[in-house]
C-alpha cells in the first residue's frame, strides 16, 4: 500500500459510522497492513501507565495489561519524544510485548523492529502507538515518516472516538449532571473485562448510578462487587461526596451501633468524648455496606429506621440529625432464603434491594478471563521484577477450563501464586518468566483433554538447514500451526479448522498422523 491509499483507507476508518472500539481496531488493522507488522497497539496515558485500548496481533490478554510508563525504556521513550522513534533490531532494551506475539511461534520477538509515536490530542499527550514488524529492515526512515504522517490520522480517530463517547454519556445523562459527568468517563478503568455479559452490567449499572435508589450489589465471593460499588459512586451525582466503606462482617455487634452512627460523651465506658459514626461522614455521598447479610439483627432494626425517616440518633443521645446518605450494599449471601430463615429483615431487604444487580459469576464471562489474567499478570511482573511474565498455551487454556467458584480473587491469588513459584525456581531481572499449567496448579474441572505442555510452541532452531529432512520440517511445522490454532480456538477442533481454513475432518486426520491427538 502506497502512502497515498494509507491515509485514504484510514480516512475511510475514519468517516465510517463505526462504534469507537471497532473503529480503532480497524485503524490498528490498517496500519498493520501497510507497515508489514507484526503487532500494532494503541495505547491510552492514564497517569504514569499505558493501557492498550485497541491491538492487532497481540494475544487477546494484552488488552488487560498496563503498562507502567517508568518500567519500560521503550515506552518511556516513545512517551518523552514528539517525534516517531525506531528501535533498532538489536536495541537492548526489552520490548513490553516480549510473549504476546502471535504470529511470532511462541510470542517471543527475537530480532525485530519496532517504532513508535506519541499521540497528541489538544496539545497534551493522550497515548502512544507503537508498531512492530517480525522482519529486521522493515522499518527506515521513509516509514518513520509515512507513521508521523499517519498518527494525524489515528489522533483524529481518537478524538472522533472521544467526541462520540461524551455524546452518548451525554445522551444518558440529566442535565444537571452533564459537566460532572463529561469530566469522569474516561477516568475509570479498573473494571476489567469485555465480555457481553460484563458491557450489560456497566450499561446497567450507569443506569442506575444516576438514580438515587439504593441498590443491592449480588454475586458470588470474589465476582468484584466492590469495584462496582465503586464505579456506581463515580458515575453517580455524589462522585464528589464521600464514599464510605463498611465490612458488616467486620463490624463486632457491640462496637456496630456507635460505628454506623456515632456516640456521646460518656455514652459507654471508654467513650470520653462524642464521635460522628460512618453515616455521618458520608452525609451528602454514599455509604457502601459490604457483606450486609452478616448483620445482626439488632442493628438491622436500627438500620431500618435511618432508611425509613432519613435521621440517625448517635449512641447515648436523644435527638436525632438527618443525614442524606445514598446506600448500596452487597452480599454474597442468599438474602432471601435468609429472610425466610428469620436471619434477615423482610422490611429491611425490601429497603435496600429497591434495585437489585446481580454480577455474574467469572465462569459466565469467560471472555473476560484471558484480559484479566494479563491485568495480573502484569501487576505481578512488576512486583517480582521480571522482564516479561506470560503464560504458557496449555496453561491459559486451563484458565478457561477451571470454574472459577472463587471468582476474580481466585484468579488473581493463582495467578500471583504461580509467579512467585515461578520466581522461586531461580528466575532473574532480564528473564520471560512462563507460567505452565502445573504452576497454576488448578484442580481439574473439565472433560476437555489437556494439552501436551510441550504444546508451548518453543522458537525452532533444531529447524535449520541439514538437521532435518524437510519432509520432519513440515510437519512440524503443520504441527506447531495446529497447536497454536487449538490453543487459540480453545480446543475447538471446528473453529481451529476454520483459523487454518481447513476441511474439520482433514484436519483431524492431519492430527492424528502428527501424533497430536
Ligand atoms: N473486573 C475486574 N477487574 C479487575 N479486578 C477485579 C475485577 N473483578 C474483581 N477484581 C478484583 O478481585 C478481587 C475481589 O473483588 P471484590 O473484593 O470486589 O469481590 P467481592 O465480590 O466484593 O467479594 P466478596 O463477596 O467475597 O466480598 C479484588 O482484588 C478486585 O480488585
Same mark, same amino acid.
Given at each position: 500500500?502506497?502512502?497515498?491509499?494509507?491515509?485514504?483507507?484510514?480516512?475511510?476508518?475514519?468517516?465510517?459510522?463505526?462504534?469507537?472500539?471497532?473503529?480503532?481496531?480497524?485503524?490498528?488493522?490498517?496500519?498493520?497492513?501497510?507497515?508489514?507488522?507484526?503487532?500494532?497497539?494503541?495505547?491510552?496515558?492514564?497517569?504514569?501507565?499505558?493501557?492498550?485500548?485497541?491491538?492487532?496481533?497481540?494475544?487477546?490478554?494484552?488488552?488487560?495489561?498496563?503498562?507502567?510508563?517508568?518500567?519500560?525504556?521503550?515506552?518511556?521513550?516513545?512517551?518523552?519524544?514528539?517525534?516517531?522513534?525506531?528501535?533498532?533490531?538489536?536495541?537492548?532494551?526489552?520490548?513490553?510485548?516480549?510473549?504476546?506475539?502471535?504470529?511470532?511461534?511462541?510470542?517471543?520477538?527475537?530480532?525485530?523492529?519496532?517504532?513508535?509515536?506519541?499521540?497528541?490530542?489538544?496539545?497534551?499527550?493522550?497515548?502512544?502507538?507503537?508498531?512492530?514488524?517480525?522482519?529486521?529492515?522493515?522499518?527506515?526512515?521513509?516509514?518513520?515518516?509515512?507513521?508521523?504522517?499517519?498518527?494525524?490520522?489515528?489522533?483524529?480517530?481518537?478524538?472522533?472516538?472521544?467526541? /462520540?463517547?461524551?455524546?452518548?454519556?451525554?445522551?444518558?445523562?440529566?442535565?444537571?449532571?452533564?459537566?460532572?459527568? +463529561?469530566?469522569?468517563?474516561?477516568?475509570?478503568?479498573?473494571?476489567?473485562?469485555?465480555?457481553?455479559?460484563?458491557?450489560?452490567?456497566?450499561?446497567?449499572?450507569?443506569?442506575?448510578?444516576?438514580?438515587?435508589?439504593?441498590?443491592?450489589?449480588?454475586?458470588?465471593?470474589?465476582?468484584?462487587?466492590?469495584?462496582?460499588?465503586?464505579?456506581?459512586?463515580?458515575?453517580?451525582?455524589?462522585?464528589?461526596?464521600?464514599?464510605?466503606?463498611?465490612?458488616?462482617?467486620?463490624?463486632?455487634?457491640?462496637?456496630? /451501633? +456507635?460505628?454506623?452512627?456515632?456516640?456521646?460523651?460518656?455514652?459507654?465506658?471508654?467513650?470520653?468524648?462524642?464521635?460522628?459514626?460512618?453515616?455521618?461522614?458520608?452525609?451528602?455521598?454514599?455509604?457502601?455496606?459490604?457483606?450486609?447479610?452478616?448483620?445482626?439483627?439488632?442493628?438491622?432494626?436500627?438500620?431500618?429506621?435511618?432508611?425509613?425517616?432519613?435521621?440517625?440518633?448517635?449512641?447515648?443521645?436523644?435527638?436525632?440529625?438527618?443525614?442524606?446518605?445514598?446506600?448500596?450494599?452487597?452480599?454474597?449471601?442468599?438474602?432471601?432464603?435468609?429472610?425466610?430463615?428469620?436471619?434477615?429483615?423482610?422490611?429491611?431487604?425490601?429497603?435496600?434491594?429497591?434495585?437489585?444487580?446481580?454480577?455474574?459469576?467469572?465462569?459466565?464471562?469467560?471472555?473476560?478471563?484471558?484480559?484479566?489474567?494479563?491485568?495480573?499478570? /502484569?501487576?505481578?511482573?512488576?512486583?517480582?521484577?521480571?522482564?516479561?511474565?506470560?503464560?504458557?498455551?496449555?496453561?491459559?487454556?486451563?484458565?478457561?477450563?477451571?470454574?472459577?467458584?472463587?471468582?476474580?480473587?481466585?484468579?488473581?491469588?493463582?495467578?500471583?501464586?504461580?509467579?512467585?513459584?515461578?520466581?522461586?525456581?531461580?528466575?532473574?531481572?532480564?528473564?520471560?518468566?512462563?507460567?505452565?499449567?502445573?504452576?497454576?496448579?488448578?484442580?481439574?474441572?473439565?472433560?476437555?483433554?489437556?494439552?501436551?505442555?510441550?504444546?508451548?510452541?518453543?522458537?525452532?532452531?533444531?529447524?535449520?538447514?541439514?538437521?532435518?529432512?524437510?519432509?520432519?520440517?513440515?510437519?512440524?511445522?503443520?504441527?506447531?500451526?495446529?497447536?497454536?490454532?487449538?490453543?487459540?480456538?480453545?480446543?475447538?477442533?471446528?473453529?481451529?479448522?476454520?483459523?487454518?481454513?481447513?476441511?474439520? +475432518?482433514?484436519?483431524?486426520?492431519?492430527?492424528?498422523?502428527?501424533?497430536?491427538?
Amino acid at each position: 500500500m502506497h502512502d497515498v491509499s494509507l491515509l485514504e483507507t484510514l480516512i475511510a476508518d475514519l468517516v465510517t459510522d463505526l462504534p469507537a472500539a471497532i473503529r480503532l481496531e480497524k485503524v490498528v488493522k490498517t496500519l498493520r497492513t501497510h507497515f508489514h507488522c507484526g503487532a500494532v497497539v494503541i495505547l491510552k496515558r492514564e497517569q504514569e501507565m499505558l493501557r492498550p485500548i485497541a491491538s492487532v496481533g497481540l494475544a487477546r490478554e494484552a488488552l488487560g495489561r498496563r503498562y507502567l510508563i517508568a518500567q519500560h525504556p521503550r515506552l518511556a521513550a516513545i512517551t518523552a519524544a514528539r517525534e516517531a522513534i525506531r528501535f533498532e533490531p538489536d536495541s537492548p532494551l526489552p520490548d513490553p510485548y516480549d510473549g504476546l506475539i502471535e504470529e511470532s511461534p511462541d510470542g517471543m520477538l527475537a530480532v525485530h523492529d519496532c517504532m513508535g509515536i506519541s499521540l497528541y490530542i489538544e496539545g497534551q499527550i493522550w497515548g502512544v502507538l507503537t508498531l512492530d514488524a517480525l522482519t529486521p529492515g522493515t522499518f527506515d526512515e521513509h516509514t518513520m515518516h509515512a507513521l508521523q504522517r499517519a498518527s494525524l490520522l489515528v489522533e483524529a480517530a481518537v478524538r472522533m472516538s472521544m467526541i /462520540e463517547e461524551h455524546v452518548r454519556a451525554l445522551r444518558n445523562q440529566p442535565r444537571d449532571n452533564q459537566q460532572r459527568y +463529561s469530566n469522569s468517563i474516561h477516568e475509570n478503568h479498573d473494571i476489567i473485562g469485555r465480555s457481553s455479559r460484563l458491557m450489560n452490567v456497566m450499561q446497567e449499572l450507569a443506569v442506575v448510578a444516576q438514580s438515587d435508589l439504593p441498590v443491592l450489589l449480588l454475586g458470588e465471593t470474589g465476582v468484584g462487587k466492590e469495584l462496582f460499588a465503586r464505579q456506581l459512586h463515580q458515575q453517580s451525582t455524589r462522585s464528589q461526596q464521600p464514599l464510605i466503606y463498611v465490612n458488616c462482617a467486620a463490624l463486632p455487634e457491640t462496637l456496630a /451501633e +456507635s460505628e454506623l452512627f456515632g456516640h456521646t460523651r460518656g455514652a459507654f465506658s471508654g467513650a470520653s468524648q462524642e464521635r460522628a459514626g460512618r453515616f455521618d461522614s458520608a452525609d451528602g455521598g454514599t455509604i457502601f455496606l459490604d457483606e450486609v447479610g452478616e448483620l445482626p439483627l439488632s442493628i438491622q432494626a436500627k438500620l431500618l429506621r435511618v432508611l425509613q425517616n432519613g435521621e440517625i440518633q448517635r449512641l447515648g443521645s436523644d435527638r436525632s440529625h438527618r443525614v442524606n446518605v445514598r446506600i448500596v450494599a452487597a452480599t454474597n449471601r442468599d438474602l432471601q432464603q435468609q429472610v425466610k430463615t428469620g436471619d434477615f429483615r423482610a422490611d429491611l431487604y425490601h429497603r435496600l434491594s429497591v434495585y437489585p444487580l446481580p454480577i455474574p459469576p467469572l465462569r459466565e464471562r469467560d471472555d473476560d478471563i484471558a484480559l484479566l489474567a494479563g491485568h495480573f499478570l /502484569e501487576l505481578n511482573r512488576t512486583r517480582i521484577g521480571v522482564r516479561a511474565l506470560r503464560l504458557s498455551p496449555a496453561a491459559e487454556q486451563a484458565l478457561h477450563r477451571y470454574d472459577w467458584p472463587g471468582n476474580v480473587r481466585e484468579l488473581e491469588h493463582t495467578i500471583s501464586r504461580a509467579a512467585i513459584k515461578a520466581l522461586s525456581r531461580g528466575a532473574h531481572r532480564n528473564d520471560i518468566v512462563t507460567i505452565d499449567a502445573a504452576l497454576l496448579d488448578l484442580p481439574i474441572t473439565a472433560t476437555q483433554p489437556t494439552l501436551p505442555e510441550q504444546s508451548t510452541v518453543e522458537p525452532a532452531p533444531y529447524m535449520a538447514l541439514g538437521t532435518m529432512s524437510l519432509r520432519d520440517a513440515i510437519d512440524e511445522l503443520q504441527r506447531q500451526f495446529i497447536l497454536q490454532a487449538l490453543t487459540k480456538s480453545g480446543y475447538n477442533w471446528a473453529q481451529a479448522a476454520r483459523l487454518l481454513d481447513m476441511d474439520p +475432518s482433514n484436519l483431524h486426520k492431519l492430527a492424528s498422523r502428527l501424533g497430536l491427538k
